[in-house]
């Protein structure tokens, strides 16, 4: 039992975070990702933490949970703003930045 | 001589501005006669004070330098506004202002009428500021010490030039033809000036200075090739300020000034400004005879072209322009063969009896007007040169006619009038020296006595040939009283260098480098006579014996000569077919598809590009969340694959 | 170390990544958010196996408990458990797929050549990671960053409310 | 001396002052906003005064501060002024009223705040272009005169008033682009952007010196402008509002030849000697071609804008000579065409607000009805062509002969042609004074054209006194450039 298996899970969780934002349309299902993204990171702070034997790391998770509890707060209240005036939360739909 | 005398030079130039400034600032308040004395009396001080330095002169022939000012001093080149007093400049100052004077005295006269013909009296002040602008401009150029302000003289006279051709810058053909010609005398001019200007570039890279002095001690040593080039450079100025071949065309247009200009500007003193500087530079000529041949040849071949298309015209000012290109070309000739005495004499005694015909010329011109008045034709179109409408006018007007005799025949050479001393002169010079130039001047000699005879016939003999000419009468005194004095110096100025005495050839040769002992060759004079006479007499030959018809007498015999007499050789045309209408035609292409097309394709292509690169950059933000991610997806990628194949 | 913490891995890792793909290819919103409760949980698993009980069940209830009810929330008060069709990103997908198995091998080439000198996990001691002492860290040592999360966690309330407060329309 | 109150800081940023004043203003008090610029600028040109006064006495130093550090690069705050920059900055401070004097009743209305307070801030450009010493304060003065002019362009312009200031915002931004390249590289290469420290270290750069002064070149090369990056020019002339015509052509040009000497010449001396033949050549083209193109314009203004074309072409040619009596003839020149085209300016502009329109054919015979403006016209036109006797030919005459016998040229091709440009300065100047104040008044409506009141002759009036005096005794301003001119040429002959 190494660090690399656990090392690996988290690769793996993140790049199916990562394909989940690039391909979903709906923008709660992208925020999904964006969390899947966060665990992925979390999981491998909390290995390190074990293989270094450092409490620290540990601490980092609670913060990004606490962030990301925040930051899913303020999106999914966006989400809500951008579904009163466009009646959708497709993001293929939100391109008013267009050049 | 001292300094305060070696002043009044200044004060003689100065003085025509000061008549400026005078009427500028008060000249509509002085009315005609002031604004006329005012102008006048600035002229006649600066011919008093040009007396006065003559005077001082006798006793320090040497003369002397008054250096004014610096006017820039860069690197090793240094230019003053300095003045040269000495016998050759004095003579021509002499000139100027005298000549200039009495013409000032008669514009009075002359202008008053000239206004009124052409309905805008308020343009008498403007004439004389001009005129006075011009006298101080020509004894710039004659008494300055170094090229550069010779240069401005030289540039001055031409713009007043300018000016005054253009006087009546609303009237000619087609409403433009005076400012046309006025702007084509301008041009020509820079064409001329264009030379002399690269001639004073190579002297100073030469000689490292510009004033007369300096210049001419080094002439000795300088490379013969390098004098060449000056010389010639200098003679294409010659070629346009003195109307020689081939930048005459712009005198004969010239006559659009008032007459007036025409006795001044265009016949006395500005033109002869390019004999004046050969002659001043005889130390930069006299060592390269090639350049001495150019300038012989030019005058020489010049006299005789001007004094063929002379048969040819019908106006009467027009025939004594080219008469006076053609007098030109014998005054260069002499100057160019190195008889700078002769040349000299010729310009003083010249500038007597050719201002007299022009003021006589001018008063005929009055008279007809007034005539064409008189005889109730006001409106009609009516040309008061045209000789054609002339005709007997020798018993209205007598005491012109008195005077233009004596002009006539001064300008023919007939012993013992001036011209006959000075033109002989020249002859003398060019028969030991240029044979086949002697042979041209000869020639030129005999056709200015025939076609003065054909003038004189036309003008004042026979019968009226029109109502004006009919009602035509003599000029105010005003008018008539300058010519009286004109008359006097053309027939008394050959005393000035009389065989023998060569009192001009002496007091010439204080300031004349090379000045040679001029004799007196009896075959060359009694040649000269006879040639004049001859010319003379054939004229009455031909056109005295009956009346004039339309075409003129010496059309069928002479054919298709004749018609390129009256056509001036198709020199302006072939000038507009050859330079200007290529040369309009290649600004247009320039201003046409070159720059608006080619070089402002330059700047609007750069536009373009950065448009188009915009267009297709754009498209990359298009407002779709994922492709950024995706983007920054493909970054992560990019940057962990490089970070594995660096280490 | 014992096979059985392996074979308990695998398993877990298996529902990890099973759950994962699930949230990833369901159509419908609120399955997503279920397979990422699930996934959640077992990562909590995880974490407990990894010595670090507080996270595990931090873990659990803020995540998997009340962010996941508030993704819920959100999806049954908008009504967006489907969206339609649209095949406005078709290619995208296709690219997606290929930069994320582009990062899985570079990744594991990775793994495969320098991972290989990292030690085995050490035993861990009892109270590592245990309540008492993520307390004692979060109150000593890293005092004024928690306080400052309580700041985060205020202004994104405040954020929230701002922004979905309804305008009074104006008549 | 105080920093704040140096006399150089002063000339600089006084507008900013007067700036000040007009946005307290009421924007419709709209002759206290005039008298306000008016006076702000004439304040300027007396400090100006001053600081020559100063200078005569040896009394005026530089102003040397630390600024700004970039890294291990220091940016300094350092101004300083020798004959050439004094020269300049009294040109500029002597256009800017009478530029304001003409805008009098040309600009009105409420925008007439905004134009008053772009002039101001142009002036605070203008100036510092021409006393800054350090590399950065000089491009960031250099962009800043920009800004202002695009604005008075596209607000203040003719019909195809955004185009051309499209057009030169691209031109004179492509040239900076490489510039600020070449400054960043130069100061790099010497960790300091200070000029004479940089000069003094130019051997650090020495290899890369012809492409530094192509960089440096492009930029004053399309502000002179030189053949064939001269197109931005027409189009700006002929849509910018009068005064701003005046100021761009009087000073913004003279910008691109000070550029090349205060910074080409002595910080690349090879570079600049071994494409000496290449500029004058340029040169030379620009002044043919220049009158070429301007001789066949129909549009008043736009022959003045190329006739600009080559006038330039003598300076450029003059500066590239690298004789001393060339360069200060070039330096010279550069007032006299910023006096004698702005003058040029400021008539069209005046004609302009009364017929509107420009087109040569609209006019002709107008000295019939207008003498004193015809007068006046005549003098200016006679400068622009340079008789003898007014300032132009002075300038002219010592470019050509400098360059005739300049040894950097090698050859006198350049200034036999340069002279031929002499002949064409006749032919479009006085084809252009023919059209519009000789031959008959055929146009009704010029018959009831008034002549020029007091205002606009005292415009002009400053201007003609210049122009009869430095024809006539230019020799104090020689004497106040040369000393800068020979030092420049020095620096530029050694290698």
């Known amino acids: 039992m190494t660090i690399t298996y656990y090392l690996a899970l988290s690769v793996i969780l993140f790049a199916l975070g990562a394909v989940g934002v690039l391909v979903r349309r709906n923008a709660i299902v992208i925020f999904m990702s964006l969390e899947l993204m966060f665990n992925a990171a979390n999981l491998v702070f909390v290995a390190y933490a074990a293989y270094y ?34 009646h959708s939360i497709d993001v293929d739909q939100m391109s008013a930045l267009k050049g | 001589m001292s300094d305060t005398q070696l002043a009044w030079v200044v004060w003689a130039v100065l003085l025509p501005l000061g008549g400026i400034v005078v009427n500028l600032v008060v000249g509509r308040r002085l009315g005609e006669k002031g604004i006329g004395a005012v102008a006048s009396l600035a002229a006649g001080g600066s011919f008093v004070l040009s007396g006065l330095l003559a005077l001082a002169l006798l006793q320090h022939p040497e003369g002397g330098i008054y250096r004014l000012a610096t006017w820039f001093n860069l690197g090793s080149l240094t230019v003053d506004w300095s003045f040269r007093v000495d016998t050759l400049s004095v003579t021509m100052m002499l000139v100027v202002s005298g000549v200039g004077t009495l013409i000032h005295i008669y ?71 005076n400012a046309r010609a006025a702007k084509k005398a301008f041009i020509v001019n820079r064409v001329g000036d264009f030379g002399l200007l690269i001639a004073i570039f190579l002297m100073i890279g030469a000689f490292g200075t510009l004033d007369f002095d300096g210049v001419f001690a080094q002439a000795a040593q300088a490379a013969p090739a ?62 390269v005879p090639q350049a001495q041949a150019a300038v012989t040849w030019v005058g020489g071949l010049t006299a005789l072209f001007a004094a063929t298309i002379a048969l040819g015209q019908y106006d009467i000012k027009k025939v004594l322009a080219y008469s006076t290109i053609s007098q030109l ?51 009609d179109p009516f040309d008061p040169q045209d000789m054609r409408q002339m005709g007997g006018l020798r018993k209205r007007m007598p005491l012109t006619f008195a005077v233009y005799l004596v002009g006539a025949l001064a300008l023919a050479g007939v012993a013992p009038l001036a011209g006959f001393f000075s033109k002989d002169e020249i002859l003398v010079a060019a028969s030991e020296r240029f044979p086949v130039v002697f042979g041209l001047l000869l020639a030129a000699a005999f056709l200015t006595a025939f076609y003065m005879g054909r003038q004189l016939i036309l003008v004042f003999f026979g019968e009226p040939r029109s109502k004006a000419a009919h009602h035509a009468g003599e000029s105010r005194p005003l008018v008539t009283m300058p010519l009286v004095v004109l008359a006097v110096f053309s027939a008394l100025g050959g005393a000035l260098n009389l065989p023998g005495l060569h009192s001009l050839e002496h007091w010439l040769e204080h300031s004349l480098v090379g000045v040679k002992e001029g004799h007196f060759v009896w075959a060359v004079a009694l040649g000269s006579l006879a040639v004049a006479l001859l010319g003379l007499g054939l004229a009455w030959l031909v056109y005295g014996r009956r009346a004039p018809t339309e075409q003129d007498a010496l059309a069928r015999p002479l054919g298709p000569l004749y018609r390129a007499f009256e056509r001036k050789w198709w020199v302006d045309e072939f000038y507009r077919l050859v330079l200007l209408r290529p040369l309009g035609w290649l600004a247009q292409v320039l201003a046409g598809p070159v720059d608006l097309g080619l070089i402002n394709s330059l700047g609007d292509g750069l536009g373009q590009g950065s448009q188009l690169s915009a267009n297709w950059l754009r498209k990359l933000q298009n407002g779709l969340v994922r492709s950024y991610a995706l983007v920054v997806m493909v970054g992560v990628v990019a940057m962990f694959a490089y970070l594995l194949w660096v280490r | 170390m014992a096979l059985g913490s392996v074979i308990l891995f695998a398993v877990l890792a298996l529902v990890v990544v099973g759950s994962a793909l699930g949230m990833l290819f369901s159509r419908n919103a609120v399955y997503a958010a279920l397979f990422l409760v699930l996934n959640f949980a077992t990562v909590a698993l995880l974490y407990l196996i990894l010595g670090a009980p507080f996270i595990a069940l931090t ?106 407060r309804q305008e009074k329309q104006r008549s | 001396m105080n920093a704040w109150f140096h006399p150089l800081v002063l000339i600089t940023f006084l507008p900013l002052f007067g700036l000040a004043l007009l946005l307290l203003l009421d924007g419709r008090n709209e002759r206290s906003l005039r008298w306000v610029a008016l006076l702000t600028s004439l304040v300027t040109f007396g400090l100006a005064v001053w600081a020559l006064l100063l200078d005569r006495q040896g009394a005026l130093t530089e102003l040397s501060l630390p600024w700004l550090r970039l890294g291990r690069l220091a940016v300094r705050f350092h101004l300083g002024a020798d004959g050439i920059s004094l020269l300049m900055v009294l040109l500029t401070t002597f256009l800017m009223p009478l530029a304001l004097l003409s805008t009098w009743t040309a600009v009105q209305g409420e925008r007439l705040k905004g134009f008053l307070a772009l002039f101001l801030l142009l002036e605070v450009g203008m100036n510092g272009v021409f006393l800054a010493l350090d590399l950065v304060l000089f491009y960031i003065f250099w962009e800043f005169t920009l800004v202002p002019m695009i604005f008075l362009i596209a607000i203040w312009g003719g019909e195809r008033r955004i185009y051309a200031a499209l057009k030169f915002f691209l031109y004179t931004m492509v040239g900076s682009v490489l510039l600020l390249v070449g400054i960043l590289f130069v100061g790099l290469q010497v960790g300091s952007f200070d000029l004479p420290a940089l000069i003094q270290n130019r051997a650090t750069f020495a290899g890369a010196q012809t492409a530094l002064f192509l960089a440096f070149g492009l930029a004053f090369a399309i502000k002179v402008p030189l053949w064939p990056l001269h197109s931005w020019l027409p189009d700006a002339h002929v849509e910018a509002p009068t005064a701003g015509s005046v100021i761009l052509a009087g000073v913004l040009l003279k910008m691109g030849a000070y550029g090349f000497l205060r910074f080409n010449l002595p910080l690349f001396p090879q570079a600049s000697q071994q494409l000496a033949p290449w500029m004058a050549g340029l040169a030379v083209v620009g002044i043919l071609y220049g009158a070429g193109v301007a001789f066949a314009q129909k549009d008043w203004k736009k022959l003045v804008a190329y006739s600009s074309v080559s006038h330039l072409g003598f300076v450029m040619l003059g500066i590239f000579a690298l004789t001393p009596q060339a360069v200060s003839g070039a330096v010279l020149q550069m007032v006299n065409h910023g006096l004698s085209t702005g003058a040029l300016f400021l008539l069209v502009g005046m004609l302009y607000e009364r017929r509107h329109t420009r087109e040569l054919a609209a006019f002709g015979g107008l000295w019939k009805v207008l003498p004193v403006l015809s007068a006046l016209a005549l003098i200016v ?28 040229l090698g050859n006198v091709w350049f200034a036999g042609l340069g002279t031929v440009g002499v002949i064409l300065a006749a032919a479009y100047l006085l084809k252009m004074f023919e059209k519009v104040f000789l031959g008959p008044l055929v146009h009704e409506e010029n018959r009831s054209l008034a002549d020029l009141n007091i205002r606009e002759v005292l415009t002009l009036l400053p201007i003609v006194v210049l122009v009869v005096a430095i024809g006539i005794y230019p020799q104090p301003i020689f004497d106040l450039i040369s000393p800068a001119v020979e030092r420049l040429l020095m620096l530029a002959a050694q290698p």
């Open chain 2, 226 to 287: 390098l004098l060449v080039a000056i010389t010639l450079f200098m003679l294409l100025g010659v070629t346009g300020k003195s109307a020689q071949l081939p930048l005459f065309v712009w005198l004969p247009d010239a006559m659009a000034g008032p007459t007036p200009v025409s006795a001044l500007i265009h016949a006395a003193t500005m033109v002869t400004a390019g004999v004046y500087l050969v002659a001043r530079s005889q130390a930069l000529f006299l060592p």
């Open chain 3, 59 to 164: 873990q659990i209830t803020v995540y998997a408990g009340a962010i996941m009810i508030l993704f819920l929330f959100v999806i049954m008060l908008l009504g967006a458990e489907k969206l339609p069709d649209t095949a406005r990103s078709g290619r995208q997908r296709w690219v997606a797929a290929l930069v994320a198995l582009v990062f899985l091998a570079e990744v594991g080439l990775y793994v495969a050549y320098r991972g290989s000198n990292l030690a085995g996990m050490p035993a861990l001691t009892a109270d590592f990671g245990s309540p008492v002492a993520v307390g004692l860290a979060l109150f000593e040592q890293y005092q004024l960053p928690f306080e400052i999360t309580s700041v985060i966690l205020l202004s994104a309330l405040v954020g929230a409310i701002l922004l979905t």
């Open chain 2, 107 to 177: 514009s009075i006269g002359y202008m008053h009428a000239d206004v009124r013909h052409n309905g805008d009296p308020q343009r008498f002040r403007r004439f004389f500021i001009y005129l006075n602008l011009f006298v101080a401009a020509m004894l710039l150029l004659v008494s300055a010490n170094n090229f550069l302000v010779l240069f401005v003289g030289w540039e001055g006279v031409g713009l007043c030039s300018y000016l005054l051709i253009g006087f009546w810058f609303e009237k000619g053909e087609g409403g433009l033809g």
């Open chain 4, 381 to 408: 036109t006679l400068s622009s062509l340079a008789v003898p006797g007014l300032n132009g030919f002075v300038g002219e005459f010592n470019i050509l002969a400098g360059a005739f016998n300049a040894s950097a």
């Open chain 1, 53 to 86: 034997q450092l409490i620290n790391s540990q601490l980092f998770v609670f913060f990004v949970m606490t962030v990301a509890a925040a930051e899913v707060a303020v999106g999914l209240a966006l989400m809500v703003a951008i579904f009163r005036t466009k």
């Open chain 2, 329 to 379: 070309g014998f005054m260069v000739a002499a100057v160019g063969m190195g008889a700078a005495v002769a040349g000299i004499f010729h310009l003083v005694t010249h500038a007597f009896f050719k201002a007299l015909l022009f003021l006589a010329a001018g008063s005929v011109i009055l008279g007809l007007e007034h005539g064409h008045e008189h005889a109730g034709e006001g409106h």
